[in-house]
């Protein structure tokens, strides 16, 4: 599936109103637990041991509900997830997701989302914080004596129409570092090639 026809389809989930369909969405790209927790009721003889069941709640807002069949206890689902510590539906918090990707300008996502544009800032904070975390864990390390390494920019939201709403995008450069395999920095020392080159594949 290409990629627009796939934005199309979540998008379809997010309008639907159908929550069964958003949090089986949010459950099969595993973006809240998908094994059931233990019952944490103390009081339970199951406390510990006895696996919580997903089950529907309708007077719950997100509609759903871990629940241990024991005690009759109830859990969010939305515990230890990104979804956690928001008062909007699941649905809402994915399309500010979706629109954090696509750099949408706050007052535009506050609009469309219909939510306050600091809940807006507030999201859009925590995903770059998850992610400068993500890149902070992965210790990436380059270069070292007798490596070479490119270094490159690139600007990857641009303003294209110079008016309007897309001079309130912000412009985003990304910053690249790539190291060649030793093998491929010989035949470019032999050919005398620049390896500041922007194409892996100059010639
Ligand atoms: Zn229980």
Not at 67 to 83: H, P, V
Not at 88 to 99: E, F
Not at 134 to 152: A, C, F, H, W
Not at 159 to 178: A, E, M, P, S, T
Request: charged share 30%.
């Amino acid at each position: 599936m290409g990629k627009k026809n796939r934005n199309r389809e979540i998008l379809n989930i997010l309008h639907s109103n159908n929550q069964e369909q958003i949090v089986n969405f949010v459950k099969e790209k595993e973006l809240i637990q998908t094994t059931p927790p233990l019952c944490a009721n103390k009081n339970c003889k199951g406390f510990g041991t006895k696996q919580m069941s997903f089950s529907p709640r309708k007077s719950h807002k997100d509609q759903y509900n871990w629940r241990c069949m024991t005690c009759l206890t109830y859990k969010s689902i939305r515990t230890n997830s990104f979804f956690e510590d928001f008062k909007l539906t699941i649905a809402q918090v994915l399309l500010l997701i979706y629109n954090w990707c696509k750099q949408t300008p706050h007052d535009t996502v506050a609009e469309e989302v219909v939510c306050d544009r600091a809940v807006v800032g507030t999201c859009y904070k925590r995903l770059r914080k998850k992610c400068a975390k993500i890149n902070q864990n992965s210790k990436i390390t380059l270069g070292g004596e007798g490596r070479q390494v490119e270094i490159d920019e690139s600007l990857f939201v641009r303003v294209k129409h110079h008016k309007g709403k897309d001079l309130r995008r912000q412009q985003v450069w990304v910053f690249g570092l790539y190291e060649r395999p030793l093998e491929e920095q010989k035949i470019l020392k032999k050919k005398g090639r620049c390896l500041f080159s922007t194409n892996s594949r100059a010639s």
